[in-house]
């Protein structure tokens, strides 16, 4: 997830009158099985419909036919009510694939402290039934918070029997200099986390090939950003195909290894313009996904 700002939709309930006239076909039926038998469901981060609500990221994951919705934590106040969360995940027969930590440069000030975010991230994650949260690594100027990340992101997947799976970042450059921004490191491989989130256009930014990357973190790669990227300063979060990135390399090496983690999509759709084209975006990158996770074509 890019530092950007997050803070999705008001905090009242938003209409479907967005997305009910959402096409499903531009999806694909659920979880087609791959050939060894092995389902790969495909979740949404509710990211991907900034600057829309977390309730339209239900609506709109319904509507398209996705597997489940990843929930960012931002100041909207149903993102941050697992009630609340539960209410729209039955009402829109979506489950909670996780729960994205407010750990951005721009959520410093929901839920406190830093400890706190990851805290409240896991409790929040049993309470709606997910295992797995996912969380930034910490910036430079956080203190104890930054050199105890790793202790203490252990310590809280065994106290509350889930995964902080730590996000891959990218450096940060100001006039041609790169800039220390997070500690111990943007970089999760050679970082000693049990659990990996990897994002492929955080990758594209950090000049790094994925399917190296994923091959090197193995069985510690739990989670999984689908979108894509080019090679320069901008965080794009690009419809897969779009970029300069591995995807299709990289979903077909998990697919063969028949790796056990979760595909969640994040693609950035705020620049979608016309009538249907969001779900359009979004439809695309779920066919990407099954037709490469499943050796299955494409949907018409």
Same mark, same amino acid.
């Given at each position: 997830?890019?530092?950007?700002?997050?803070?999705?939709?008001?905090?009242?309930?938003?209409?479907?009158?967005?997305?009910?006239?959402?096409?499903?076909?531009?999806?694909?039926?659920?979880?087609?099985?791959?050939? &060894?038998?092995?389902?790969?469901?495909?979740?949404?981060?509710?990211?991907?419909? @900034?600057? /829309?609500?977390?309730?339209?990221?239900?609506?709109?994951?319904?509507?398209?036919?996705?597997?489940?919705?990843?929930?960012?934590?931002?100041?909207?106040?149903? &993102?941050?009510?697992?009630?609340?969360?539960?209410? #729209?995940?039955?009402? @829109?027969?979506?489950?909670?694939?996780?729960?994205?930590?407010?750990?951005?440069?721009?959520?410093? *000030?929901?839920?406190? &402290?830093?400890?706190?975010?990851?805290?409240?991230?896991?409790?929040?994650?049993?309470?709606?039934?997910?295992?797995?949260?996912?969380?930034?690594?910490?910036?430079? %100027? *956080?203190?104890?918070?930054?050199?105890?990340?790793?202790?203490?992101?252990?310590?809280?997947?065994e106290e509350h029997g889930v995964k902080i799976c730590v996000e891959n970042? @990218? $450096?940060?450059?100001?006039?041609?200099?790169?800039?220390?921004?997070?500690?111990?490191?943007?970089?999760?491989?050679?970082?000693?986390?049990?659990?990996?989130? %990897?994002?492929?256009?955080?990758?594209?930014?950090?000049?790094?090939?994925?399917?190296?990357?994923?091959?090197? /973190?193995?069985?510690?790669?739990?989670?999984?950003?689908?979108?894509?990227?080019?090679?320069?300063?901008?965080?794009?979060?690009?419809?897969?195909? !779009?970029?300069?990135?591995?995807?299709?390399?990289? /979903?077909?090496?998990?697919?063969?290894?028949? %790796?056990?983690?979760?595909?969640?999509?994040?693609? &950035?759709?705020?620049?979608?313009?016309?009538?249907?084209? !969001?779900?359009?975006? /979004?439809?695309?990158?779920?066919?990407?996904?099954? *037709?490469?996770?499943?050796? #299955? $074509? #494409?949907?018409?």
């Amino acid at each position: 997830m890019s530092e950007e700002s997050q803070n999705q939709g008001s905090n009242g309930e938003a209409s479907d009158a967005n997305t009910s006239n959402a096409n499903p076909s531009n999806g694909a039926e659920r979880k087609p099985a791959s050939s &060894s038998g092995k389902t790969y469901p495909v979740a949404l981060s509710s990211s991907s419909v @900034y600057p /829309l609500s977390v309730v339209d990221a239900f609506s709109l994951a319904r509507d398209v036919g996705y597997d489940g919705v990843e929930v960012m934590v931002t100041g909207n106040s149903i &993102s941050q009510d697992p009630k609340q969360l539960l209410k #729209l995940s039955e009402r @829109y027969d979506q489950p909670i694939s996780a729960i994205h930590a407010p750990t951005l440069l721009l959520t410093q *000030q929901v839920w406190g &402290s830093a400890w706190n975010k990851i805290e409240k991230s896991a409790l929040m994650a049993k309470e709606v039934g997910c295992s797995s949260v996912v969380a930034h690594p910490p910036f430079r %100027w *956080q203190g104890t918070y930054a050199t105890q990340f790793a202790e203490g992101v252990r310590r809280i997947n065994e106290e509350h029997g889930v995964k902080i799976c730590v996000e891959n970042m @990218y $450096p940060w450059r100001a006039r041609g200099r790169e800039a220390l921004m997070y500690l111990p490191h943007w970089n999760p491989v050679p970082q000693p986390y049990d659990f990996v989130t %990897w994002d492929f256009s955080h990758a594209s930014i950090a000049n790094h090939d994925s399917l190296e990357a994923v091959q090197a /973190l193995g069985d510690r790669l739990t989670h999984l950003h689908l979108c894509d990227g080019n090679n320069n300063a901008k965080d794009e979060h690009l419809v897969p195909g !779009r970029g300069t990135q591995r995807v299709q390399e990289t /979903l077909e090496y998990l697919r063969d290894s028949e %790796w056990d983690g979760a595909v969640v999509v994040e693609v &950035s759709t705020r620049k979608a313009k016309g009538a249907g084209e !969001r779900e359009e975006w /979004l439809g695309e990158t779920l066919n990407f996904a099954r *037709q490469h996770l499943n050796r #299955l $074509p #494409l949907s018409k």
